[in-house]
Each structure stands twice: as structure tokens, then as C-alpha cells.
């Protein structure tokens, strides 16, 4: 072993070093295995990072981006090991004192977070034998169901086959990394009038509906909930020269007119920024847009004899205006796509809970939400005033003192955090008694966060796919203790 870090993804994983998401994706179609290692890793590391074996960061914490996107691809993942001391130019990285290049193999934990030198066999994990037995005892007792947090067909099959119930988030912001949907996403977001937008909208519908079509095949019966856009804009946009020229070309503006606009998008706080429901009130179209895609896909399959359940969920509201005018949208949008097609298909409009006010006023909410899916992540964040990205720099001090007992990004912060999803649910029910609630954080695949869902009366917790064994043997045994 050469190095601790965060356990921020489980499995195993074994390859050889690299340090670029190109490289990674070069290596892997030359047919080797690769650990893609970076200080922190960005949306624009997605192609690479689903090329690796597994990723190791230095930075970030059990929430990070990382972390969060690893979990969702089912990859192993290390994060926040403060030993490493990564070197892009050299592509080079020093563990106490000891250099490796790229090219050498190192072996990643990502139950234990532990760092090996060298090749340690891995194989695949699968549902069977004793594992299979214990998982079926646990569908007798439970009462909880289990959901997974899943992004492409692959994952929502994996979730499927582990047990999930359903899809409890699909994150439509992961979907645009490939170079022809990253060019439309970054032309729409660069655009500086609605024209613009619409057009760059108009590339990108096809790719989304394609997207929303396999995921919901996929989970084909089951409930599929998707959150509208919910991306940090400046994460999306080209930082580098390049990038920008080809934007530029792609735009017939000049370098200058792109480099103007992205700068005028950075944000000295983007988490609490231009994203969520502030994206779709203020671009309205986009909201559109992806409700044409979801419900044009499901119209699709319901033609080809299939029986998609979609839900459409606003995300980051804090006042209930903000989730009406959102609703306006997509109804409007339903409208013109079910004349469009000569059939409807049945959907939901929910909403994400993860700001504090909107627990707090989950009883008006509740006249225009179907259902709450908490996201345990943001919420988290804002009830305790910490960035889930940049705990892991006091988190050990705050431990080994007993500040805190655990991270609260990992273990459901009961007496708080807890507290305001208690509320809500009760508050929400009042209004609307067969209100659904359910959690969609990572929380939903540990199990004393997951109990805590089954003892307030929770429907649903939703997790990355290979935490879903995890959270049904937690649902059934929280089941068994509330009796």
C-alpha cells in the first residue's frame, strides 16, 4: 500500500498511469487499462474517466465530481489523497518521496480508499449464489423500495440487474460529453440571444431524445425520474485557446466575441449560482426542449408496444414560483408534443428538495408538486454551510477532534439534515396525502441513511448501480426494525 485516501467509490480497479482524459481514451483503444490519476477531475474529463479502470484525484470529497460521476459509471474511485503530488507537465506523480511515470501500474480500493503499487488481480462483481439467496430475502421484508441513480442504458440495466426498482435521477447535464453533443451544449450556452439558443437547442434534441429513449427502454415498466438541467455553466464552456477557436468556427464569431462571453459566465460561487431552475426560468426553451425530448421518446416507445414511466423533476427550487413557472413550461411543451405524435403518455412533475427554504415551505410545494426527491447532497451542503468539494481540507482535523462524528456527506446528518426532510415529508403530506418522497443523493446507498428513509415513511431511496445490493439489505432490515 502507498497511499490512504476517501473510499469515494467501491470496487477494484488495476491499470496503468495516466493523466489526461485524451490519454486515457487513446490508451484504452490500443487495448490497455488504465488509472486515470488528476488533481481533480471536471466535466470535460467524462470520455476519459469512462475509458479508465478506475480514477484516483487528490483532491475532492465523497460528493466531489469525481466521486459522484465514478459512483454513477460504476468505476472505482479514490479521491482526496493529500499525498499526491501529480505533475501534469512531467506526467508524473510523487508519493512520499517515490516518483511513478506514466505507464506504471498502481492497484485502487475504492471500499477502503487504499493505494497499491503495482497489479493486483481484479474480477467483476454479479448477482448469484448466497449473494443472489440474501438479496431475494430481503425483497420479502422490505418496504422501501430501491431506486438507482443512472445516466445511460448501461447503468440503468446494471441497476436493474442488481434489483432497482426504478431510476430515481438521471442527470441530463452527464449526457452531453461526447464531441458533437459538447459542441451543441457549449453553442447554446454561449449564444447571446434566443435565436441562437433555439438553434443550438435544435442539434441537441435528437442526441437528448435518443438518450431519454434507451434509458427508459432500459427500465422499461419502471419509473424513470429525470431532472431537468442542472449544470454550473462555466464547467461546460471551453477555458482552454482551442476550444475556443472551435467554438469560434463553429459559431462564425470571433475567438474574441467567445473568450468575452465565456468570462462573462464565471461565477465567484457557481454552486449557489446560474443553474438548477434558475437555468430554466431564465432559458425557458431549454426547459422545453428536454420535456420534447423525454416525453418524444416516450411517445416513441409507447408506439413500439413499451411501457415508459417517465417523470420530469425541477431542480434547486426554493420558493413554489419558481417550480409553477417551470410547470407552465412543461405542460405547454407536453401539449405540443403529444399533438405531434396522436398519443400521450402518462408522466409526473416532482420536484428536488435540497434547499433549505423549499423543506421549510413543503406544504405550499406540495399544491404543484407530485412528488419530493430530496437531494441529500445539496441539501447537505446548505443546511451545514460546508462545499462538498472542498471539505476534505478540514474533515480530518474536525474528526480527530470530534467536531463531527462522520462526514456528513457520507452519513445522512439525522438531527438536521434529517430533521428538515422529516418536516417536509409530513408538511407535503398534509396537502397531498399520497405525496411519493423519495431520496436521490448518495446518501440513498448508505444504510443508516437508508433506514432513516424507511422509519419516516420515505417510498423510495436511489443510488449509484452498485451500491443497490447495499441499500436493499438496509431497506429490509429498517423494515424489520420498525416493526
Known amino acids: 500500500m502507498i497511499a490512504q485516501g476517501l473510499p469515494a467509490s467501491p470496487g477494484a480497479a488495476c491499470g496503468q498511469i495516466v493523466f489526461h482524459a485524451d490519454d486515457a481514451q487513446e490508451w484504452h483503444k490500443d487495448g490497455h487499462k488504465v488509472v486515470l490519476v488528476r488533481i481533480e477531475t471536471s466535466p470535460e474529463d467524462l470520455a476519459g474517466m469512462s475509458a479508465a479502470e478506475g480514477i484516483l484525484t487528490a483532491r475532492g470529497g465523497m460528493t466531489s465530481h469525481a466521486a459522484v460521476v465514478a459512483r454513477g459509471m460504476g468505476k472505482c474511485c479514490v479521491s482526496g489523497v493529500g499525498s499526491l503530488n501529480v505533475s501534469y507537465k512531467d506526467k508524473t506523480v510523487e508519493i512520499d518521496g517515490i516518483v511513478y511515470k506514466e505507464g506504471d501500474y498502481i492497484s485502487l480500493n475504492g471500499t477502503t480508499g487504499q493505494v497499491y503499487a503495482g497489479e493486483v488481480p481484479t474480477k467483476a462483481a454479479e448477482l448469484s449464489g448466497d449473494f443472489k439467496e440474501l438479496m431475494d430475502l430481503c425483497d420479502k421484508y422490505t418496504k422501501l423500495q430501491v431506486r438507482t441513480n443512472a445516466d445511460t442504458p448501461h447503468d440503468a440495466q446494471v441497476a436493474r440487474n442488481f434489483g432497482a426498482k426504478g431510476i430515481g435521477l438521471t442527470r441530463t447535464e452527464h449526457m452531453f460529453f461526447e464531441d458533437k453533443k459538447i459542441i451543441a451544449m457549449r453553442e447554446m450556452i454561449l449564444a447571446d440571444n434566443a435565436a441562437g439558443r433555439e438553434k443550438a437547442l435544435a442539434k441537441l434534441l435528437p442526441y437528448q ?141 416532482g420536484t428536488m428538495i435540497e434547499i433549505p427554504r423549499a423543506a421549510l415551505t413543503a406544504d405550499r410545494i406540495a399544491t404543484e408538486a407530485q412528488y419530493f426527491s430530496f437531494g441529500t447532497n445539496d441539501l447537505t451542503q446548505m443546511t451545514f454551510g460546508y462545499s462538498r468539494d472542498d471539505i476534505a481540507s478540514f474533515l480530518p482535523v474536525y474528526l480527530d477532534k470530534k467536531i463531527l462524528k462522520v462526514d456528513p456527506f457520507q452519513v445522512l446528518d439525522q438531527k438536521g439534515v434529517g430533521k428538515l426532510i422529516k418536516y417536509a415529508v409530513e408538511k407535503g403530506r398534509e396537502v397531498r396525502p399520497e405525496l411519493r418522497c423519495g431520496i436521490c443523493g448518495e446518501h440513498g446507498g448508505e444504510p443508516s441513511s437508508v433506514k432513516f428513509c424507511a422509519k419516516i415513511g420515505m417510498n423510495y431511496a436511489s443510488c449509484s448501480p452498485f451500491r443497490v445490493p447495499i441499500a436493499r439489505l438496509a431497506a429490509a432490515q429498517g423494515a424489520l426494525e420498525c416493526e
Not at 426553451?285 to 416525453?295: D, P, S, V
Not at 425541477?314 to 417550480?323: A, D, K, N, S
Open 209 to 349: 431524445k435518443a438518450d431519454f429513449k434507451g434509458i427508459l427502454e432500459a427500465m422499461d415498466g419502471l419509473p424513470v425520474n429525470i431532472r431537468q438541467l442542472d449544470p454550473p455553466l462555466h464547467e461546460f464552456v471551453p477555458h482552454d485557446l482551442a476550444g475556443q477557436e472551435t467554438m469560434a468556427k463553429e459559431m462564425g464569431v470571433s475567438v474574441e466575441d467567445i473568450k468575452r462571453r465565456v468570462d462573462s459566465l464565471a461565477e465567484n460561487n457557481p454552486m449557489l449560482g446560474h443553474r438548477g431552475c434558475r437555468l430554466g426560468i431564465t432559458f425557458p426553451e431549454i426547459t422545453a426542449m428536454q420535456t420534447r425530448a423525454i416525453l418524444g421518446a416516450a411517445c416513441e416507445l409507447k408506439k413500439e408496444g413499451k411501457n415508459p414511466m417517465p417523470e420530469i423533476m425541477v431542480p434547486l427550487i426554493g420558493t413554489l414560483y419558481e417550480l409553477k413557472q417551470q410547470k407552465e413550461v412543461i405542460l405547454e411543451a407536453a401539449k405540443e408534443v403529444f399533438a405531434e405524435y396522436g398519443i400521450e403518455v402518462e408522466f409526473e412533475i
